[in-house]
T-cell receptor, first 115, second 115 residues
């Protein structure tokens, strides 16, 4: 168990809908990262938050947004869902953002299926 | 932009034998970190081994070791005495030092250990 908790584990929804994925980082970790794993694109970095502030942005679609709350949990909001958004969404956390000698711990992911 | 290439989509090895997974990367930076992650059927992303670019000595973690060739931008993973539990997807990943810890992943190599 990495200590990073993601809910829900599985989600099935229809095209055009909106969903929220939740991530609770390890105790003491200030940074949260979101990654998308799909068959065609592989593992891609979406966005990073550090202590409530956006720190870095990757290939995140405009239909997607995220935030990190004062208790450091994070939510990834996906709207106007398309079939191509079906993927495994990972959250990872680390103690500090910007010091690469700290390991990023991954949650077990949320499997999103858009039908 | 940094890229990571894993040229072997699938590999197989007999139990107790040794296997080497290949990874090359491209960057113009001199300070960075390289990682191998394992993703078993449980989907959990597990850090196997980490290498700091400024260290000439190859990293080793029990049965796992790397061959890091900085000039060639090559970072291969050697698994000795392969075990059935090593069956998984293996991802090579890269991150710059000192910035966001966002990881750039390769497409992965599916390793099967046969009894």
């Amino acid at each position: 168990d990495s200590g990073v908790t993601q809910t829900p584990k599985h989600l099935i929804t229809a095209t055009g809908q909106r969903v929220t994925l939740r991530c609770s980082p390890r105790s003491g970790d200030l940074s949260v990262y979101w990654y998308q794993q799909s068959l065609d694109q592989g593992l891609q970095f979406l966005i990073q938050y550090y202590n409530g502030e956006e720190r870095a942005k990757g290939n995140i679609l405009e239909r997607f947004s995220a935030q990190q709350f004062p208790d450091l949990h994070s939510e990834l909001n996906l709207s106007s869902l398309e079939l191509g958004d079906s993927a495994l969404y990972f959250c990872a956390s680390s103690v500090e953002g910007g010091r690469s000698n700290t390991e990023a711990f991954f949650g077990q992911g949320t499997r999103l299926t858009v039908v | 932009a940094q890229t990571v290439t894993q040229s072997q989509p699938e590999m197989s090895v007999q139990e107790a034998e040794t296997v080497t997974l290949s990874c090359t990367y491209d960057t113009s930076e001199s300070n960075y970190y390289l990682f191998w992650y394992k993703q078993p059927p449980s989907r959990q992303m597990i850090l196997v081994i980490r290498q700091e670019a400024y260290k000439q000595q190859n990293a080793t973690e029990n049965r796992f070791s790397v061959n890091f060739q900085k000039a060639a931008k090559s970072f291969s993973l050697k698994i000795s005495d392969s075990q059935l539990g090593d069956t998984a997807m293996y991802f090579c990943a890269f991150t710059l030092q000192g910035g966001s810890e966002k990881l750039v992943f390769g497409k992965g190599t599916k390793l099967t250990v046969n009894p």
